[in-house]
């Protein structure tokens, strides 16, 4: 199924994947995957052939050192073999560990990749795994891996912006105190939802103070308020922190039918989020991985889709049965009054650290 390098944008995509399953009943299935990619090339064949699918090796143990503790490692390996919980979502089944090594390997090669050639996307997002603990359906960090991968490999300043409903609280921990790794999260209230991290006042220590910037989002924020939070903190960051390359993680989740969370994008809102990132790397000329793995619920695959169509510009008809619950004016202008104050409080906090904010 490889269209042979150099012919596209590399896709970084493993049979498998499949192996990193939770089992009958989990929210998260393997087979989310291989759905994705016949859905891609069955209704929109154009467009996956612009995608360069390249098979990724599996990350050794050097390269999960990078962002994981040795004892860690071994915690995992040893809970696969008596099918043991990282955490109470997060059952270690036989195979998993070896697919979210493949996960891992993916992110790293896209990471590369996207250097090499400006942009690249790929499967990827695990960013609950801190550096020694996993959650949240995820058992090694994918994202920090990659961005460790390239800061090893000598670049400076890499930007990660996750766009995940989830807040991505193993990144955030594993990179709290290195102001190489500017971390940008857009999530769902923490009030509101797992991971319960990612307060405004989070913005790193140490070194990193000022290089974490957490964005909750309203319970159904639409596209409005989004593109508020872009407009008056993640461009200004961007022009401040110059990364030499962005990492862009987070799935379908955001969208309104999702069955974990409670955000108000809607598939066109979906594109015209991954649309504004990949615009404004590319006028930056700063490189672009771009991962995507999570979405709950029967619209998965849409959710995916709208995301390629932002990322790659594409016109591609996607469509969800499902209608839209109404927000009143007046729930609306709570919401934005909600978000006003976020983004003036997350302003006041990082203005120490960024002349953008002056």
Known sequence: MSHGEG???????HPDFAGYDFGANHPFRGDRFDSFIRSLEERFPDVFGRLDL????RASDELLLLAHTRSYLERVDSLEKRRGFLSLD???LPGSVEAARLVVGASVAGARAALADSLAAGFGGLHHAGPNYGEGFCIFNDVAVAAATVLEDGLERVLILDTDAHQGNGTMDIFYEDSRVLFISLHQDPRT????RGFVYEIGAGKGKGFTANIPMPM???WPLYE??????????IQGFKPQLIIRNGGGDPLYTDILTNLGLDLDSLTRLNRRIAGRAKELNVP??????SGYGPYVTEGWLA??????????ELSIPEKMKRISGREQAMMHESMRRTLDELMLLLKPFWNVFQ
């Open 307 to 316: 995301i390629i169509r932002g990322l790659l510009d594409e016109p591609m």
């Open 7 to 13: 012919t596209g944008i590399a896709f970084f995509y």
């Open 288 to 293: 672009l991985l771009d991962i995507f793995l």
């Open 54 to 57: 390249r098979t990724p090796e």
């Open 90 to 92: 997060t059952q270690v």
């Open 193 to 196: 939802l797992y991971p319960g």
């Open 228 to 237: 508020m939070a872009m407009d008056e903190i993640v461009d200004p960051l």
């Open 220 to 222: 159904l924020a639409g």
